[in-house]
């Protein structure tokens, strides 16, 4: 009995302390109905666990039972747009209701972060912000570090180390490949996405019928950037000696109008002209015959450190878009610079075995550049038709200054103005499945050069010679048109399209070598007068067999070729008529969405241009004079390339592997022969192989976990040919290795790294001569990194390391290092740059060319201290956008 | 005449996919019904928006990502992927052909003789195995769930209710953590034949979460199954200015969880169609899916 009352008791005890049930309902203010919905949970006094929850019914009502030995006990309250409540009730059963009154509480938010790199489609999409640390200024900086991407010296830009065939801001070309005025313009902080449109093709008429294996890049403008004026001016001013580095900037972008207008002003070394590069593939220039002062080539290092200039560079580019895709373009560009370059060169050939011709020069040249260039262009791009038609023009009104020192110092006085006039018109259109195309480029170019060397050394000439100051003319004027015109169809899998076309060219040379006074009246054989006609007729049928996976390509132009050359004091009429039929294959294979494989043969034959066929002799240059054989080169070549691409946007691993081997025949063999120091060019009828072998491959891989990108580029090439060096036949064969790691990376939002290392390896091998020549091996380290101390500025310290093994005198090791701030106030950017620290003077270079050697030291610019300020301006925002 | 003639072909595709339906009805049906649901009273409105990452590891392939939304409010939530219903939509409207009598031939592939499209031009497609098609609409008072879901891109969709809460859920007695800056509690779950961790924060009053998890007193910002097959976490979290409403598409065929599972089971690796030069294509991906289902029973 005792037991059953105790067992009661404890009972009765038990459940007061575990049956506690509060209830009650949840009204809100001010119309005091119930919530559904809210969240109810019972906590200790402490708050650090949870007893029970629950959450409203429609009604509003809430119940919770628990249980707990505490005296007191909280009831949390919360709800979205509702106050949160803590309420503290003794610890038993009761009723309670609570009004919450409406309080718009602003939940904790998450920004979403979408991956750094997205795959729509064909489309891949870069997020810039992603990619940008502070101290990157320009979308040029960013582009760098996306995997995938490679921006190369010039400014061009690859995808899967293929240069891309379109850049578009806001889906429309309005620098028609002059891109780099936006790489280098545009701030980073504008662009919201980099999209990747792989397998481009820019005439939309031809979207269904013709493949494209290229990629285009568009830049998306942030909503901000577009429909405003912005505008960025920047004034700089440094020493030794007084330095200067201005620049203005303006763009605007709506759906209908585009424009970006520059001016760029430095003597700091840095080229302006560099933006007006045309970076599209197919539109370099075509190359005329030209007189040259003796200078040497670039050096490995960057153009800024050893540019000497004061350039004035001023870029106009509009574009207006209207209904029915139609779009006007306009682009204008001036640019102004005298360069300076001082070097000493060493040239050493191997005339015979045991005879080594050296030839050591001092020389110091003015380049004076004074270029203009316009284009207006109508397009008109639908899905059914395609209208281009483009009127451009290229002057330069260019003067060269130099002077060279042997044992006397020679002058050498170089103008060389050209024009060149251009119309292109293109018309696509789609009849059911079928397409007919059109196309017609007429060219005109005209350039007139005049070379004064004094004194002349050659003895040939001096021996006449009274003054010894000699005169080189030369007028070289073409005329050309091509026009082709073609319709295709489809049926099915297979694709055909035959191609007509038929080109016409007309160039005249005229040039003359004679005495400054002319007091002796040259001779026939340092005259030319050659005039050259050539009509090519064509009939190209081309077939395309597609199925999902595999894409074959076939196609055999056959070509009908008509050449007249006539030139008057040597007396050359020549009359040559060919057919060509130039076949080539094209397959490729694609394994899977990420994975591709590519297979191109070809033969071709083609005829030589009229700059080989000078018989009377030329001064190239103040050391060289050339003259040709009477006979026209004419090329066999025979190719193979084959890649692999892999890109996998998902783990940002992208790899590309190319080899392209070449077997080229010629009738032809070029040499030089020297004569007292001096290289006469001149051409054997001799029959001749070479072949040139080109291994490249690339990878690159983003690290998203420390923000990175790695890459590495490694490379093999060969080229096997024959020589004739003063009557001798050599065959030779030159190769290179180069491998180069290089990463980027911000682990830290303090500090970011970035580094690359080259290593190069390029020999010379001379069959039946015992290896005359080492390789000569280089290796480049450069390395940059940046502190952001606060969001505000960036400091930042880079070297660069090069070094050239095979150099006998001077340093075979040359340090660079630059260090420098930028701090942002508000809207003005303030930079300080403290170029080559070390204040490094030369740089000396190794190479080889055919069957020679050449050092070259180059003179620097030395320790230089800039400070700079950018204000970045902008219009305010209009709302009918 | 052509025109019934590519509904004939299209019929015949969707009966092969769509595995054991016969009342099928061509792609315009669906989209219909989509158009429809705009007019219709909403099921409910939501407040906030959610974004998960979906890790679902898989037999074939190594494990895939997805970003997966929760719309929800107070009341009622809509959980979906929305670039696998973009995809899917792309697909529905390339083979609705504007001019069918521009088309000259119609080629269809199954996935036994597959065929892979992605490299022609102009190809849309929409795999399986990518992201999630279905679409789960919870009520929170009463635990009851819609789901929406098809089998298909363009077959007919499927709709079952299941009763899926309350669920009894465990809290943990261990310190809270941090996750994604909110402060966490820890929660274990039995669910169908699966043991299930989750994470949540009654910094976020909502007793929601992905996929069918709901019940805990705040937002679950985080949960796993123990063999980690399964895998939800939040990367984003906005509340949206407005409610906005949340609509179940109309014209779904109702039927029971089991039976939509087991067709489910069977359903093909995915879908693409190429339209040019009047040359339509249908083709199913090469292979088979490897369905790993979150529900064993």
């Known amino acids: ?881 | 005449m052509i025109k019934s003639s590519i509904i004939a072909v299209l019929s015949c595709f969707v009966f092969i996919s769509a595995s054991a339906q016969q009342n099928v009805k061509t792609t315009q049906d669906q989209s219909q019904a989509e158009e429809n649901t705009k007019h219709k009273a909403p099921f409910g409105e939501s407040k906030i928006k959610c974004y998960y990452e979906f890790t679902r590891s898989s037999t074939t392939s190594s494990s895939r990502r997805d970003t997966l939304v929760l719309e929800t409010g107070a009341e009622k939530s809509r959980f979906y992927d929305p670039s696998r219903q973009y995809r899917d939509s792309m697909v529905r409207a390339s083979m609705n052909i504007p001019n069918p009598e521009t088309i000259k031939s119609i080629s269809v592939f199954k996935s036994e003789n597959g065929k892979d499209l992605s490299t022609m031009q102009g190809t849309v497609s929409s795999r399986t195995d990518e992201g999630e098609s279905y679409q789960i609409f919870k009520d929170l008072n009463t635990g009851k769930i819609k789901v929406v879901d098809y089998t298909a891109v363009n077959g007919k969709s499927f709709e079952y209710e299941d009763q899926a809460g309350p669920m009894d859920w465990k809290i943990q007695q261990v310190p809270d953590t941090i996750i994604n800056s909110y402060s966490c509690k820890q929660a274990r779950l039995n669910f169908r034949g699966r043991e299930y961790t989750a994470w949540f924060s009654p910094e976020v009053p909502i007793n929601d979460g992905p996929w069918k998890f709901m019940g805990l007193p705040g937002l679950i910002v985080k949960v796993e199954d123990s063999h980690q097959l399964f895998s939800f976490s939040l990367v984003g979290l906005e509340q949206t200015k407005m409610p906005l409403p949340i609509h179940i598409p109309a014209g779904s065929i109702k039927c029971s969880r089991a039976d939509f599972e087991k067709m489910k089971i069977k359903q093909a690796p995915g879908m693409q169609v190429n339209f040019s030069f009047g040359n339509l294509i249908l083709a199913e991906f090469p292979g088979e899916t490897n369905y790993i289902p979150m529900e064993l029973k």
């Open chain 1, 1 to 881: 009995m005792r037991y059953l009352y105790f067992f009661l008791l404890l009972f009765q005890w038990q459940q007061t302390k575990s049956q506690t049930i509060w209830s009650g309902s949840i009204i809100a203010a001010p119309d005091m109905k119930g919530v559904a919905g809210i969240q109810i949970t019972v906590r200790t006094k402490t708050a650090d666990s949870i007893l029970t929850y629950s959450r409203t019914e429609t009604s509003g009502a809430y119940r919770v039972q628990f249980t707990s030995a505490a005296d007191t006990l909280g009831i949390f309250i919360s709800g979205i747009g509702m106050e949160n409540k803590v309420i503290y009730l003794a610890n038993h059963s009761q009723k309670v209701n609570i009004t919450l009154s409406p309080n718009a509480i602003q939940l904790k938010e998450l920004k979403v972060k979408p991956p750094r790199i997205s795959r729509i489609k064909d489309t891949l999409n870069y997020l810039v912000d992603e990619f940008t640390d502070q101290n990157d200024r320009t979308i040029g900086d960013v582009l760098k570090k996306m995997p995938g991407i490679e921006v190369k010296e010039n400014g061009s830009i690859l995808y899967n180390n293929k240069p891309i065939n379109k850049f578009y801001i806001e889906q429309k070309d309005l620098l028609q490949g002059r891109y780099g005025i936006a790489t280098n313009n545009i701030t980073a902080a504008d662009v919201a996405t980099v999209q990747v449109m792989e397998n481009h093709q820019p005439v939309k008429a031809l979207t269904n019928s013709e493949f494209t294996n290229e990629a285009a890049i568009n830049i998306k403008l942030k909503d901000a950037a577009k429909g405003v004026v912005v505008a960025n001016a920047q004034l700089g001013i440094g020493i030794k000696p007084f330095l200067w580095d201005n620049e203005l900037f303006g763009m605007f972008f709506k759906s209908g109008r585009q424009m970006i207008n520059t001016y760029k002003g430095n003597n700091t070394g840095q080229d302006p002209g560099a933006e007006f590069r045309h970076l599209y593939t197919g539109n370099q220039n075509q190359q005329d015959l030209k007189l040259s002062i003796q200078e040497p080539g670039d050096p490995p290092v960057n153009q800024n450190r050893y540019l000497f200039n004061r350039a004035h560079a001023i870029s106009v580019n509009n574009l207006w878009a209207f209904e029915n895709d139609k779009q006007l373009n306009l682009n204008l560009n001036y640019l102004k610079d005298v360069q300076q370059r001082n070097s000493l060169a060493n040239t050493g050939y191997y005339l015979t075995q045991e005879q080594l011709l050296e030839i050591s020069e001092k020389l110091s040249s003015t380049r004076r550049i004074n270029q203009f260039e316009g284009a207006l262009k109508y397009n008109i791009n639908s899905k059914k038709y395609y209208l281009n038609q483009e009127l451009s023009f290229l002057g330069n009104w260019g003067t060269s200054k130099g002077i060279a020192v042997q044992r006397d110092s020679v002058i050498q006085d170089l103008s060389q103005p050209n024009y060149v006039l251009e119309n292109r018109f293109d018309l696509v259109k789609q009849y059911g499945t079928g397409l007919f195309k059109l196309s017609s480029v007429t060219r005109l170019e005209r350039s007139t050069q005049e070379l004064i060397v004094s004194p002349v050394s050659f003895p040939l000439l001096s021996a006449h010679s009274g003054s010894g100051i000699w005169n080189q003319d030369l007028t070289d004027q073409q005329w050309s048109t091509k026009n082709k015109m073609s319709f295709g169809w489809n049926q099915n899998k297979f694709k055909h399209n035959y191609t007509a076309g038929i080109e016409l060219k007309e160039r005249l040379i005229y040039s003359d070598l004679q005495e400054n006074n002319r007091s002796f009246v040259s001779g026939d054989s340092l005259k030319n007068q050659l005039k050259w006609n050539a009509a090519e007729v064509y009939f190209n049928p081309d077939f395309i067999f597609l199925t999902g996976k595999f894409r074959f390509n076939f196609s055999v132009p056959v070509k009908i070729a008509s050449l007249q050359i006539r030139e008057k004091y040597n007396h050359l009429d020549q009359v040559k008529n060919r057919l060509f039929i130039n076949p080539s294959i094209y397959l490729n294979y694609e394994v899977n969405p990420m994975m591709n494989l590519n297979l191109n043969l070809y033969r071709k034959s083609t005829l030589g241009e009229a700059d080989q066929i000078i018989p009377g002799i030329i001064m190239q240059n103040y050391r060289m004079l050339m003259r040709s054989s009477s006979e026209l080169q004419e090329i066999e070549l025979k190719g193979i390339s084959a890649g692999w691409n892999y890109n996998n946007p998902v783990k940002s691993l992208f790899i590309n592997i190319s080899n392209t081997a070449n077997w080229k025949m010629s009738n032809l063999i070029y040499s030089y022969a020297f004569n007292g120091g001096f290289q006469v060019l001149t051409a054997y009828m001799l029959p001749n192989q070479s072949f040139s072998n080109r291994l490249s491959t690339r990878i690159s891989k983003g690290i998203d976990a420390i923000k990175g990108t790695f890459t590495m580029e490694a490379g093999y090439s060969a080229d096997k040919g024959e020589q004739i060096s003063q009557e001798e036949f050599y065959k030779s064969i030159y190769e290179t290795i180069s491998f180069k790691p290089a990463f980027s990376t911000r682990f830290r939002p303090w500090i970011s790294v970035a580094g690359s290392l080259l290593f190069s390896s390029s020999s010379n091998k001379v069959y039946g001569i015992p290896d005359i020549f080492k390789p000569v091996r280089m290796q480049l380290q450069s390395s940059r990194l940046n502190f952001f101390p606060s969001k505000k500025l960036t400091i930042y310290v880079s070297h660069e390391r090069y070094y050239v093994q095979n150099i006998y005198t001077g340093s075979k090791t040359v340090h660079f290092a630059n260090t420098g701030m930028q701090y942002r106030f508000k809207s003005i950017d303030f930079n300080m740059d403290y170029t080559n620290l070390f204040n490094t003077k030369d740089y000396v270079t190794a190479n080889y060319d055919a069957i020679g050697y050449r050092i070259v030291g180059y003179l620097l610019r030395p320790a230089q201290l800039m400070l700079k300020v950018k204000f970045n301006l902008r219009g305010k925002t209009r709302n009918n956008e």
